[in-house]
């Protein structure tokens, strides 16, 4: 079975200050693993995927198959990046995405 | 290009009674799906069509629960009758292609309140 577990409900930082969002999945197969973000008044949207490995507003994430994480990490957080932010996971082949519960970034001026 | 749209944006209806929910996918995209948003939760995928083709029903609550997309680009998703535990945003999504690992795009959602 397909699991996305993101520990921080609620995450709190002060601006310029580094940023890690956890999430750690569970699959046994090989996982294709996704970011997604919300903005205020702002539809769900994909911030990143781990298959093209590239960073998105200064967001990048690791796919760690050893730890089975995912994190999220920025080296300098802005007022922009508040947002609520979903990690998911989608299974080989045509399987369904499974998102996490979320957890709300709040960046602090 | 237009986004998934979605109506109506607010829905407060009394237990017990019907409510259906609309949605236009993104012009050109073959997948659509339909999650449940439960306050403080991600979204839980009910229903993800291919065209008009049912790929994945398997989360859809069918004994109350039910939807469909007639010529495989609009579709409607119906709670007939509703329950208080069924409060939630309703999302859309689209993909031009099958599978979770596809990139979906989002509606605005339609956020039901059953009392």
Same mark, same amino acid.
């Given at each position: ?109 | ?57 398997? $989360?859809?609550? /069918?004994?109350?629960? !039910? #939807?469909?997309? +007639?010529?495989?680009?609009? *579709?409607?998703?119906?709670? $007939?009758?509703? /329950?208080?535990?069924? !409060? #939630?945003?309703? +999302?859309?999504?689209?993909? *031009? ?14 956020? +039901?309140?059953?009392?």
């Amino acid at each position: 079975a397909q699991r996305v577990t993101q520990p921080e409900k609620l995450l709190s930082v002060f601006k310029g200050a580094p940023v890690e969002l956890k999430c750690n999945y569970s699959y046994s197969g090989s996982p294709e693993l996704f970011w997604y973000v919300q903005y205020s008044r702002q539809r769900l949207q994909l911030l990143l995927r781990h298959i093209s490995r590239e960073s998105i507003k200064g967001f990048t994430a690791d796919l760690n198959k050893g730890e089975t994480s995912f994190h999220l990490k920025k080296p300098f957080a802005q007022e922009e990046d508040s947002a609520m932010y979903y990690c998911a996971l989608s299974g080989q082949g045509a399987q369904k995405l499974v998102f996490g519960q979320g957890t709300r970034l709040t960046i602090n001026p | 290009e237009a986004g998934v749209a979605q109506s109506p944006r607010y829905k407060i209806i009394e237990k017990r009674q019907s409510v259906a929910f609309w949605c236009n996918p993104i012009s050109g995209h073959a997948t659509l799906y339909w999650y449940q948003q439960i306050l403080g939760q991600g979204p839980k995928l009910l229903i993800q069509f291919q065209n008009n083709g049912v790929v994945d029903d398997s $989360q859809l609550p /069918k004994d109350r629960f !039910s #939807a469909e997309r +007639l010529k495989g680009v609009d *579709s409607t998703l119906k709670i $007939q009758p509703a /329950k208080l535990e069924d !409060s #939630a945003v309703y +999302l859309c999504a689209s993909s *031009s292609a099958s599978g979770g690992a596809e990139t979906q795009y989002f509606g605005p959602g339609t956020r +039901l309140l059953v009392l």
